[in-house]
């Protein structure tokens, strides 16, 4: 049982397993204090060094979690064993507090949001920033922005997307002091930001530091790499804000409404997709599936049957149901005929799966994962052009509803 043991692919399911469990309820389960002093960087998020050693010691084959008292030689030779990994150890004694740290957590950050309201609707300013700033992400740009530089960025898509009755002025100061004060916002070197209250104090302080900012590290990491946090963000920012308000122009014009907003950014050259990472589980994928699942309801549930020009066409539902479904796949062919492996993975570590509605939509089918099936692209042609594709499709719809209720029911 010693530390030097630990192998990179350990200290990845270490960090998939603090993800998903999020950092209280991490260090809780097993036994670990907060680190003081010694931080492990990794896709721009930040861990407590000790208790990931020690939880990575756990996930090597017959092995079980090293506990605090079990580091002979004490954080020092965790950081030497990470480090000799490829991994980023900091030394930062006042750091300040880790704050948000998963896709549950932001999104929890976001619904507790208050808004400023018009004729008793939200007003859309602080939505509009926080969506901004996740397309950001998503696209790779940096992290902060000098302030004259986000002015221009952002003045244009305050002035366009707005209700009626709100000011034409596109001034971003104010939003981003109420995000900055909800943990939603970093500006860099300065705490002193005055609150969302009155306009003269808001309006001078931003003008006599002209701060750098933007997202936090952690909901910027979580936004570019994590297709599910991506949308998970977006799902709690449109039901916080916009109600009976179209999104989609907004989102069409930050980059957050495509067919593959739901998916997750390619790793580095020779490293793992998140989807596919040592640490995933099968009780990891079956919450996922749920949460995504959620999230395509929502979805549907605000657009399906009303007089809308993406009721039929939403790309963020499409994307989360395929999302969903690949996830559920388990990156095998679905038709239960076959069941044969994906030929190959995408660079993103994706199954090279083709996922069909079972129904079409011209037909009366729903962008929902229990009807919705993926297929190899062998089997994918015979449902689509076959001659015995009348015969499958009803084999189809029965695998994808079992699968669809062991998932949930599993949950």
Not at 215 to 224: G, K, M, N
């Amino acid at each position: 049982m010693a530390l030097s043991d630990i192998t990179r692919e350990a200290v990845l399911a270490a960090i998939a397993e603090f993800d998903h469990l999020g950092r209280d309820a991490f260090l809780e389960k097993h036994g670990f204090d907060s680190s003081r002093r010694y931080w492990l960087r990794y896709d721009g998020a930040r861990y407590d060094s000790k208790a990931i050693a020690g939880v990575a010691h756990g996930h090597l084959p017959g092995r079980s979690s090293l506990a605090a008292k079990d580091f002979s030689g004490g954080i020092g030779h965790a950081v030497t064993v990470l480090r000799r990994l490829g991994f980023e150890v900091t030394s930062e004694p006042d750091a300040d507090p880790i704050g948000l740290q998963t896709a549950d957590e932001i999104a929890s950050a976001i619904g507790g949001l208050r808004r400023a309201s018009i004729a008793g609707k939200p007003m859309l300013k602080q939505a509009v920033v926080l969506l901004w700033a996740i397309g950001r992400a998503r696209a790779g740009h940096d992290r902060l922005l000098g302030w004259a530089d986000t002015i221009g960025a952002l003045t244009p898509l305050l002035e366009t997307h707005r209700r009626d009755g709100e000011r034409r002025e596109g001034r971003p100061d104010y939003p981003i002091a109420a995000l900055f004060h909800a943990g939603l916002w970093d500006l860099l070197g300065h705490t002193d930001v005055p609150r969302a209250h009155g306009d003269a104090a808001v309006r001078t302080w931003f003008a006599e530091h002209a701060p750098e900012g933007g997202l936090p590290w952690s909901v910027y990491a979580l936004a570019r790499r994590s297709g599910t946090a991506r949308v998970r963000m977006i799902d709690a920012i449109t039901a916080r804000f916009f109600e009976d308000f179209d999104e989609s122009g907004l989102l069409a014009a930050v980059g957050l409404y495509d067919e593959d907003v739901a998916t997750d950014e390619a790793p580095p050259s020779g490293g793992h997709g998140r989807e596919t990472a040592p640490g995933s589980t099968p009780e990891n994928s079956r919450a996922e599936y749920a949460r995504l699942c959620e999230l395509v309801a929502r979805r549907e549930s605000h657009t399906y049957g009303q007089r809308r020009t993406r009721t039929v066409n939403d790309p963020l539902r499409i994307s989360t149901a395929r999302r969903a479904v690949l996830i559920r796949s388990g990156g095998h062919c679905e038709n239960p005929r076959c069941a044969k492996p994906a030929p190959d993975r995408n660079d993103r570590g994706e199954a090279l799966l083709e996922v069909d509605h079972i129904e079409q939509l011209a037909d009366g089918g729903r962008d929902y994962p229990i009807q919705m099936i993926a297929l190899c692209p062998d089997c994918h042609q015979i449902k689509t052009h076959g001659q015995s594709r009348h015969r499958l499709i009803p084999v189809l719809a029965q695998r994808a509803r079992e699968l669809h209720d062991g998932f949930v029911s599993a949950e």
